[in-house]
């Protein structure tokens, strides 16, 4: 019997945790947009269009907000999504165990990208600094190659988060365990991340996506927090 409290106290425990994660990972996409609308804008900075040379002199100049704005959206983020894949396995685990280790292997794979794309992004900046003052026209190349990089693993398309939000639809779909509702969300979160593939709807598909992960985590924060283990 004590053991038996003890395991429903670990996972009410880890639901909370999840709860939390949902929640932080939440307000690392409410910080990067607000972020990104505002401050980042004015530079050009993630602009088609935008002269990189003057989005470098920027970055190098505004080194520790850039610091912040990578570890933050980046590598804060991977880790609250990691911490929630494993928490939404938990769950599904008994009801589905095969979707459930899909879940959270998908998960991880998501998160390890996203934390990746902010370390190639934090040492990339220290070296096109360090390289800007004596080769201002080559610092501005590695500048856009380290951001191919960093795009690449990070989001330049969707489409390691489009697969999880859609495995984990599917896992609330078929065990019932979640509502409804936010089971079919995650599939159109889902499908948007895969449009980001298209060209001609990468921008607003990935607008979609961001902006439904946001209350996507919410709604999967209060839910945790409000579900008994």
């Known amino acids: 019997m004590a053991a038996q409290n003890t395991k429903g106290a670990d996972m009410f ?10 929640f932080g990972a939440a307000a690392t996409y409410i ?64 009801h589905a ?19 990746g794309a902010g370390m190639v992004a934090n040492v990339g900046k220290e070296v096109v600094a360090t390289q ?10 590695m500048w856009q190659i380290f951001s191919g990089v960093e795009n690449g693993l990070g989001g330049g398309n969707e489409i390691a988060g489009a697969v999880w939000a859609m495995v ?7 065990t019932a365990l ?10 159109v979160i889902g499908v948007s991340g895969l449009l980001t593939l298209i060209p001609a709807l990468n921008d607003t ?10 209350a996507w985590f919410v709604w999967v924060g209060f839910v945790l927090l409000n579900r008994k283990a």
């Open 97 to 115: 165990p095969t979707l459930s280790s899909v879940v959270q292997v998908f998960g991880a794979l998501w998160a390890t990208l996203v934390v």
């Open 205 to 214: 598909a990935g607008s979609v996506f961001g902006l439904g992960y946001i």
């Open 168 to 174: 984990v639809g599917a896992a609330m779909l078929r």
């Open 178 to 187: 979640m509502p409804k509702p936010l089971g079919c969300f995650s599939l």
């Open 31 to 94: 910080f990067g947009f607000i972020l990104l609308l505002t401050v980042l804008a004015g530079s050009g900075y993630g602009m088609a269009d935008a002269d990189p040379a003057s989005v470098v002199s920027f970055v190098i100049n505004e080194q520790t907000l850039m610091t912040s704005w990578y570890t933050i959206i980046y590598v804060v983020n991977g880790f609250l999504v990691a911490l929630l894949a494993v928490a939404l396995a938990d769950i599904f685990k008994p």
């Open 132 to 141: 800007y003052a004596s080769d201002p026209e080559g610092a501005v190349l």
């Open 13 to 22: 425990s880890l639901q909370k945790w999840g709860a939390a994660a949902g």
